[in-house]
């Protein structure tokens, strides 16, 4: 394989495709020694194969807003691998929503699928919807019209979709409502993220963050360090953000960063459950601002247009958006002595980032790994769904901590370098890969 080839025939056949392209391109870098190692990839096109998805599915939404007019929306479920299980990924709604993020998304969730040891091909889907500033009632509705054209492409065996950015347990609540009203049957194994009264799995909702803390706190050990008493910024304060926060606070660090589009909040004295509390009311009241943090916590200071990579912490954990830490951001944490980051988001950040980090040889995990924790307790939703029964919290948290110490193994195993050092970026990437690439020579030209 020549990377330098793949990359210029993708380019030509998707230009402005940015994050597509960036996903691609860190993937491919990394296994392209591995994947020259096996004749059999190249002869079977593995790799040309692979960076395309199996389908685009695009389609309009149209609804009602709550003053009578008539709003039209872009809806994507973007099915990229079946290799190994069934397509498996998020829907997201967020007014950049488009295809090439989708696309660089579903990619991703491929391999994070593989890494979790479930069987689980990656997909990823959404719209370009808004829902700040939605009502309840304009939710619903969206969400109804949205899977008006999305429920005869999805199933518990064909595609099975989650939430994501924009899309919680109530997005997820309306939409089964409607996919249930329209296949006339009663599947909750078709959506994941589901209510506890109808399908859902305990700590579903904390999953992503507990499973990127215990991913660190493995890490670390590996490193000869302890997470306890450790500093921590987290950029976001949304569902993922809530989760690490919760699960790095019980694990004895302190969180003493969170932030929002509209600045950082500067919380020295770490979290405390009232707090933690705090940050669920605030994503719920969909105003996207973190501000008001600091009035409802007097330790607390609001630092207007600032990021969390402003606070001085020993680890960095990225939670909100992708490419959200930037090169500058890196040298500003690395001069303040930062000396972890995990992305907890996907692809949070940017490759000149991520090579200051490498170059500095700190600790550096990528998302793909970190973040698995979301998408293994949905396939352990999908298991308990299938077997129509419910497992306790206790015993959801143990398989959840399992599977990413597995993660963890299998990026050593595949990342640890000749000085002992582990890159944790190949590993990962190199892991997944020969997962799903053994599973598609094995299935044929197809």
């Known amino acids: 394989m020549n990377v330098s080839k793949v990359m210029a025939d993708l380019e030509r056949k998707h230009p402005g495709e940015e994050e597509y392209l960036q996903a691609v391109r860190e993937v491919l870098e990394s296994i392209e020694e ?64 488009n295809q090439s993020m989708l696309k660089f998304l579903g990619f991703e969730q491929t391999f994070k699928n593989a890494l979790t040891t479930l069987p689980m091909g990656g997909a990823k889907g959404g719209s370009d919807f808004n829902p700040k500033g939605k009502s309840n009632a ?59 009264t109808w399908g859902g799995s305990l700590i579903r909702p904390e999953a992503t963050g ?20 450790k500093t921590i910024a987290i950029s976001g304060f949304g569902n993922v953000a809530w989760g690490a926060a919760t699960k790095a606070t019980e694990l004895g660090a302190k969180v003493i960063a969170i932030s929002g589009p509209d600045g950082v909040i500067y919380n020295p004295e770490g979290m405390t459950q009232e707090k933690l509390d ?68 996907n692809m949070g950040c940017t490759p000149e980032a991520i090579a200051a980090f490498q170059e500095a040889g700190i600790l550096f995990a990528p998302g793909k790994a970190v973040n698995a924790g979301g998408v293994a307790t949905s396939g352990l939703e999908m298991t308990q769904n299938a077997q129509h029964l419910s497992w ?26 000749a000085d002992g050092a582990i890159n944790y970026v190949k590993g990962a990437n190199i892991a997944g890969f020969m997962k799903v690439a053994q599973a598609m020579l094995e299935q044929g030209a197809i």
């Open 34 to 97: 591995v994947y020259n190692q096996h004749p059999e990839f190249e002869k079977a096109k593995i790799v040309e194969r692979m960076v395309e998805p199996d389908r685009v599915i695009t389609f309009r939404v149209t609804w009602v807003d709550d003053s009578g007019e008539i709003q039209t929306n872009i809806g994507y479920r973007v099915q990229f691998n079946s290799a190994i299980g069934p397509y498996k990924g998020g829907i997201r709604f967020h007014n950049a929503v």
């Open 138 to 196: 304009e939710i619903m509705r969206f969400c109804q019209a949205f899977m008006l054209e999305l429920w005869q492409n999805i199933g518990p065996d064909t595609d099975v979709p989650a939430g994501d950015v924009g899309v919680g347990g109530r997005e997820i609540g309306y939409m089964y409502g409607m996919y249930k009203k329209l296949a006339r049957e009663y599947n909750t194994g078709v959506l994941t993220g589901k209510g506890m």
């Open 210 to 229: 507990f499973g990127a803390l215990y991913f660190t706190e493995h890490m670390l050990q590996k490193a000869g360090k302890d997470i306890k008493g």
């Open 278 to 345: 705090y940050m669920l009311e605030l994503r719920a009241s969909n105003r996207d601002i973190v501000a008001p943090f600091a009035e409802e916590f007097e330790d607390a200071t609001f630092i207007a247009g600032k990021k969390a990579w402003s606070i001085k912490c020993d680890i960095a954990l990225p939670c909100a958006f992708q490419n959200e830490l930037n090169e500058a951001d890196a040298k500003e944490l690395l001069a303040n002595g930062t000396w972890c980051v995990a992305e907890v988001s």
């Open 392 to 417: 306790s919290a206790e015993e959801v948290d143990q398989k959840l901590h399992y599977i990413m110490s597995q993660i963890h193994e299998a990026c050593v195993r595949f990342g640890e370098q």
